[in-house]
């Protein structure tokens, strides 16, 4: 793994945008190595697996009769598939960015509740992700954790990057402009203004991409053919504890 050194520059990026694009940060024999694993958990389809059908998301499969029903969207519990699943996600270097980005000196841990996968978006049933935030979802005494996504290949618009509107972080957002889902509503005035902000965040295999719990993000669909995947972490300070008897509770944290 690179040795990272995060200028004023970078931390101010983050600070100002939610997101920051380590470029190189990881080797390709280690990409190629958890990418490998990865693929053999797919091909037999390893437990737990989160499939596309199981969330209605657009574009993906409809009934367990549907072509494609089998189609993976996450190869969930990555830190305990395999050893270099956790080596990575507890890289010291790793650690020291996170302190930097986190600005405290505090302990940080990984949730093993939330993110914790291999991000699996096959050809042809991959689905759209819609305009949402992390925290959304997630219970904990503050908003304000920080995701870690390694591409393991190319990711760009054809098959499925993400798309990040900078500086959403740190809006307030009415939750009249929310669907019950907790998407983005894209009918809305306010909401179109917003989206038009949006920037798509192409990765090169050994990126890695850093980007706060608030930050809105989205996906399209993979149009190519080859699956794209992407490890996917989160971490958490030590006094930003998760809610009792929530999801995101339901597994102990890990300590870098």
Same mark, same amino acid.
């Given at each position: 793994m690179n040795a990272v050194q995060l200028t004023d520059i970078d931390r101010a990026s983050f600070e100002r945008d939610g997101f920051l694009v380590c470029r190189s940060m990881v080797d390709l024999a280690r990409c190629r190595e958890l990418a490998a694993i990865a693929r053999e958990h797919l091909d037999q389809l390893i437990a737990p697996? &989160?499939?596309?059908?199981?969330?209605?998301?657009?574009?993906a499969p409809v009934d367990p009769g549907s072509p494609g029903a089998r189609t993976s969207r996450r190869l969930l519990q990555a830190?305990?598939?395999h050893h270099a699943y956790r080596?990575?996600?507890?890289?010291?270097?790793?650690?020291? !960015?996170?302190?930097?980005?986190? #600005?405290?000196?505090?302990?940080?841990?990984?949730?093993?509740? #939330? #993110?914790?996968?291999?991000?699996?978006?096959?050809?042809?049933?991959?689905?759209?992700?819609?305009? #949402?935030?992390?925290?959304?979802?997630?219970?904990?005494?503050? &908003?304000?954790?920080?995701s870690?996504?390694?591409?393991?290949?190319?990711?760009?618009?054809s098959n499925g990057c993400l798309r990040v509107i900078p500086g959403s972080h740190k809006l307030a957002i009415d939750t009249g402009r929310f669907d019950a889902s907790l998407f983005l509503r894209p009918d809305l005035? &306010?909401?179109?203004?917003?989206?038009?902000?949006?920037?798509? !965040?192409?990765?090169? &295999?050994?990126d890695v991409l850093f980007f706060h719990s608030r930050l809105f993000h989205a996906a399209g669909r993979n149009l190519t053919d080859e699956?794209?995947?992407?490890?996917v972490f989160t971490y958490h300070e030590r006094n930003n504890k998760p809610i009792s008897d929530t999801r995101s509770d339901k597994f102990p944290a890990v300590q870098l």
């Open positions: 697996v &989160e499939f596309e059908i199981e969330v209605p998301y657009p574009g830190y305990a598939r080596q990575w996600a507890t890289e010291p270097a790793l650690k020291q !960015v996170l302190a930097e980005l986190f #600005h405290s000196g505090d302990e940080i841990l990984l949730s093993q509740c #939330h #993110h914790n996968c291999v991000m699996t978006k096959e050809p042809g049933y991959s689905s759209v992700t819609l305009w #949402h935030q992390d925290n959304r979802y997630w219970s904990f005494d503050f &908003e304000n954790l920080i870690v996504w390694l591409a393991l290949g190319v990711e760009n618009k005035p &306010e909401n179109k203004a917003l989206l038009r902000q949006a920037k798509v !965040v192409e990765l090169n &295999e050994g699956t794209k995947m992407s490890a």
